[in-house]
């Protein structure tokens, strides 16, 4: 138990009653068994929350790899925004009040890379704000190396030649005149890390040209279309 506590001794002389007895006060202090709760299977860019029991009069220093603590070094609770991809560590060490007293704990965390796509892209270099009506483009993102992710797309007004396969690329025809939108989610394989990405795109009707006049004609003789 906490608190000042007594050691005694008695030695004795064997075969007699010669003995003497010591006393020792002894000041027992709370001894920290710090125990760390939080994601350990985290992504990139993510900011996640990580604690440890607080007692009362213990100091609490923290330390991450692969991130950054962003709020709450010297409390029980901190807050981490997750920079590299890995096997990465959280770590605690809780001291008591007198600082005599003093332990450590550590948190494994997997952190999986968020892919970095920021837009959709045009393969063609158009504007990809912008179709025509009955037209089919060919659309990708801006995703490094993109045989590392997956890919989700979805449309409005419009339908994927072939049918969709959830490739880098797709070939979208535009069917609906209006405010559109294509929608790409892109995720590390075997994770939850993703991001998606909404690209809106107006549609315009495409002209219907008609001539009218004749379909024989004489030369040099004028003709009206």
């Known amino acids: 138990a906490e608190g000042n506590q007594t050691v005694m001794v008695v030695v004795s002389t064997p075969n007699s009653d010669c003995k003497v007895s010591?006393?020792?006060?002894?000041?027992?202090?709370?001894?920290?068994?710090?125990?760390?709760?939080?994601?350990?299977?985290?992504?990139?860019?993510?900011?996640?929350?990580?604690?440890?029991?607080?007692?009362?009069?213990?100091?609490?220093?923290?330390?991450?790899?692969?991130?950054?603590?962003?709020?709450?070094?010297?409390?029980?609770?901190?807050?981490?925004?997750?920079?590299?991809?890995?096997?990465?560590?959280?770590?605690?060490?809780?001291?008591?009040?007198?600082?005599?007293?003093?332990?450590?704990?550590?948190?494994?965390?997997?952190?999986?890379?968020?892919?970095?796509?920021?837009?959709?892209?045009?393969?063609?270099?158009?504007?990809?704000?912008?179709?025509?009506?009955?037209?089919?483009?060919e659309y990708g993102t801006d995703t490094p190396n993109p045989g590392n992710y997956e890919f989700a797309w979805t449309v409005t007004g419009g339908e994927f030649v072939g049918g969709v396969d959830n490739t880098a690329t797709v070939d979208v025809k535009w069917t609906q005149t209006g405010n559109n939108t294509l929608v790409v989610t892109v995720t590390t394989p075997n994770t939850d890390c993703d991001v998606t990405i909404t690209q809106n795109v107006s549609v315009t009707p495409t002209p219907q040209p008609n001539i009218d006049g004749a379909t024989v004609a004489c030369i040099n003789k004028d003709h009206v279309y």
Request: net charge negative.
């Open 22 to 137: 010591l006393t020792k006060t002894v000041t027992v202090e709370y001894q920290p068994a710090p125990a760390i709760s939080g994601d350990a299977t985290v992504c990139t860019d993510e900011v996640e929350m990580y604690s440890t029991p607080a007692n009362a009069g213990s100091t609490y220093a923290w330390s991450v790899t692969g991130g950054t603590i962003t709020s709450g070094n010297n409390s029980n609770q901190i807050t981490v925004m997750w920079t590299n991809a890995g096997n990465q560590q959280v770590t605690v060490t809780e001291t008591n009040a007198s600082g005599n007293c003093f332990a450590t704990a550590t948190l494994d965390v997997t952190v999986s890379e968020t892919p970095a796509t920021t837009e959709i892209t045009r393969i063609d270099g158009g504007n990809v704000n912008h179709a025509c009506e009955g037209y089919t483009y």
